[in-house]
């Protein structure tokens, strides 16, 4: 069985439904289909060109318009051409609000590994990039890139990502979200003074990348963004920008000002 996606994911593969996945709360609204036989597991690379960069407060995966509906327009895309092909099989997408653990099986799919910082790492792309899924009932024979049949490097645990991290949020046992810097810049309420000490260091009202930007995988990532998320680099958050179609306006004005303020007159 051959696929044509018509460019609409940069890099795909394939793997087999396991199923005994938990729907999550958010995701029971659209739940995968209860005889799916097949991923369709795509990533989207966003590294953008550096000067795109220019003045930026947020993190890198902020910068593009909102990557829920730019990867979602192009799953969404998709299903609707394997419907017109096979009628009587149900496609079902999801991107990051999803009750599948996408990482784990953007790797099944031969797209990468996972790195210590519980992110995919792709050869091309490094780990620069986001997830997204289609679940199938149709059965197909698992796939992967031509580039990706041999088996990256494991992850080797060089600690670069861990040792950079000023939250300590990566250690020898695993990863502490309570402590990263990225989570903590979308919890409600007050944050702790040593919290608020990491993120004014940053500079970031938003995500963190510093794991990201020490891993030595990225090193020499390929620069490729999808035309959309190019068009729609905003790198700097301020306390009015409009919030639509961006990745964190989920979160409401509230959290953002917090933010700001920390970073800039705490």
């Not at 690379?45 to 979602?72: C, F, K, Q, S, T």
């Amino acid at each position: 069985m051959v696929f044509d996606f018509n460019g609409a994911f940069p890099l795909w593969g394939i793997c087999e439904w396991t199923g005994g996945i938990p729907c999550l709360p958010f995701a029971k609204a659209n739940p995968p289909p209860h005889n799916a036989k097949s991923v369709i597991v795509a990533a989207f690379p966003y590294l953008l060109p550096e000067d795109l960069y220019e003045g930026r407060n947020i993190a890198r995966y902020a910068v593009p318009g909102d990557y829920h509906e730019i990867a979602g327009a192009r799953l969404r895309r998709v299903c609707g051409m394997l419907r017109g092909q096979y009628p009587e099989e149900a496609f079902i997408w999801y991107c990051d609000s999803s009750p599948l653990p996408e990482a784990a099986l953007a790797v099944k799919a031969g797209l990468g590994i996972r790195g210590r910082h519980n992110l995919l790492i792709t050869k091309e792309y490094g780990s620069w990039v986001f997830l997204g899924e289609i679940v199938t009932t149709l059965p197909t024979e698992a796939f992967s890139p031509p580039e990706y049949d041999r088996p990256m490097d494991l992850c080797g645990g060089c600690g670069k990502c861990r040792e950079a991290c000023p939250a300590k949020a990566l250690t020898e046992t695993g990863f502490r979200r309570e402590r990263c810097l990225s989570y903590l810049s979308q919890r409600r309420g007050a944050l702790a003074p040593e919290a608020q000490q990491g993120m004014r260091a940053s500079g970031i009202a938003w995500g963190c990348d510093i794991c990201q930007e020490r891993c030595p995988h990225n090193i020499g990532a390929r620069v490729n963004p999808l035309p959309e998320f190019t068009a729609s680099a905003s790198p700097r958050l301020t306390a009015g920008a409009p919030l639509e179609h961006r990745a964190y306006a989920w979160r409401g004005r509230e959290i953002l000002a917090r933010n700001l303020e920390i970073i800039y007159n705490a």
